[in-house]
């Protein structure tokens, strides 16, 4: 029997979704070996701080601190990991959650994904 699915309003929802949307991340080989490549921290520390960035800015709970801008900038990921970061993402939400504030977690991954990806032109 499939429970309606309800918006996401809580901490305990973010939780679900993030660790929805890594527990996809790691069963694609490509992009869990870039993430592994790059990041000097653990995948704890790391779901940690995706958690509270989530919950800042859908929650509006303020509870991150940090510049995910600057930690991502570099990232040597190509259109195509960022593309499949991204759907991985949306199922994720749309597995688990309906709504008002799951299609604006979407909208706000699609924001992020085209700030991260943003190069200026050379002058």
């Known amino acids: 029997m499939n429970l309606?699915?309800?918006d996401i309003a809580s901490?305990?929802?973010i939780q679900?979704?993030?660790d929805a949307y890594y527990q996809k991340l790691k069963s694609q080989p490509?992009?869990?070996?870039l993430f592994e490549?790059?990041?000097?921290?653990d995948w704890n520390q790391h779901l940690f701080q995706m958690k509270s960035f989530w919950q800042s800015v859908v929650l509006k709970s303020a509870s991150?601190?940090?510049?995910?801008?600057?930690?991502h900038a570099f990232l040597p990921a190509?259109?195509?990991?960022?593309?499949?970061w991204v759907h991985l993402f949306h199922e994720a939400v749309e597995e688990h959650f309906k709504g008002p504030t799951a299609a604006a977690?979407?909208?706000?991954?699609?924001q992020l994904v085209r700030i991260f990806s943003y190069k200026p032109a050379n002058t």
């Open 16 to 18: 679900l979704l993030v």
């Open 78 to 84: 190509h259109q195509a990991q960022v593309r499949e």
């Open 30 to 33: 490509y992009l869990l070996a």
């Open 37 to 41: 490549d790059l990041s000097s921290r």
């Open 64 to 71: 991150f601190t940090g510049h995910p801008l600057i930690l």
């Open 105 to 110: 977690t979407k909208n706000f991954a699609e």
């Open 4 to 6: 309606p699915k309800k």
């Open 11 to 13: 901490a305990a929802d």
